[in-house]
Antibody
Framework: EVQLLESGGGLVQPGGSLRLSCSASGFTVSSYAMSWVRQAPGKGLEWVSVISGSGDSTDYADSVKGRFTISRDNSKNTLFLQMNSLRAEDTAVYYC?????????????????WGQGTLVTVSS | DIQMTQSPSSLSASVGDRVTITCRASQGIGTYLNWYQQTPGKAPKLLIYAASALHSGVPSRFSGSASGTDFTLTISSLQPDDFATYYCQQSFTSPRTFGQGTKVEIK
């Protein structure tokens, strides 16, 4: 059974940093592209970042480019999101999501399994 | 960025009703369109991918269709578990964008 478990969220001051983790079970993260998707309180879904199965390719939403870094540790079957220079508008529940293929933006890709999410609150 | 516009933003329906939700893309995206269901406090779940393919384990009362830049999610007979918010999402190009959501409420 595919399971994703996020951790690392919490309260952080503007300008601060956090590192989110997503521990996977039931599949090997290095075999699939993996994404982070966030949802601000009471709002819709926003894709944040993706990493290919190899880890060689990454992509980011403009809103986080230059501040967030996605990575993976295949030995721990875990995905990460390093978030720096946090802003109030980054406040959201952050979900990790598995994609169906090794590469991303193949066209017919989607988010087939999601974690339960971890809340990040940026406030002074 | 490709804008995805859903209509309506919310609707009220009864158990057993046929429900249709529309999603319009701001430019052509082929059939690179997915639908998700989210209940309060829970993660989204994939319902349909590639505009009309049913994800594993999703009940057959859910279906999707495409016509140009317009996409439709249909629930043939609304069940109690279906009261939720539904999102469309395009996978044609980066950034992959979502619609604003359609909340299906109990009448």
């Amino acid at each position: 059974e595919v399971q994703l478990l996020e951790s690392g969220g919490g309260l952080v001051q503007p300008g601060g940093s956090l590192r989110l983790s997503c521990s996977a079970s039931g599949f090997t993260v290095s075999s699939y592209a993996m994404s982070w998707v966030r949802q601000a309180p009471g709002k819709g879904l926003e894709w944040v970042s993706v990493i290919s199965g190899s880890g060689d390719s990454t992509d980011y939403a403009d809103s986080v480019k230059g501040r967030f870094t996605i990575s993976r540790d295949n030995s721990k079957n875990t995905l990460f999101l390093q978030m720096n220079s946090l802003r109030a508008e980054d406040t959201a529940v952050y979900y990790c999501a598995k994609e169906p293929y090794y590469e991303f933006l193949t066209g017919y890709d989607f988010f087939d399994y999601w974690g339960q999410g971890t809340l990040v609150t940026v406030s002074s | 960025d490709i804008q995805m516009t859903q209509s309506p933003s919310s609707l009220s329906a009864s158990v057993g009703d046929r429900v249709t939700i529309t999603c319009r893309a701001s430019q052509g995206i082929g059939t690179y369109l997915n639908w998700y269901q989210q209940t309060p406090g829970k993660a989204p779940k994939l319902l349909i991918y590639a505009a009309s393919a049913l994800h594993s384990g999703v009940p057959s009362r859910f279906s999707g269709s495409a016509s140009g830049t317009d996409f439709t999610l249909t629930i043939s007979s609304l069940q109690p578990d279906d009261f939720a918010t539904y999102y469309c999402q395009q996978s044609f190009t980066s950034p992959r964008t979502f619609g604003q959501g359609t909340k299906v409420e109990i009448k």
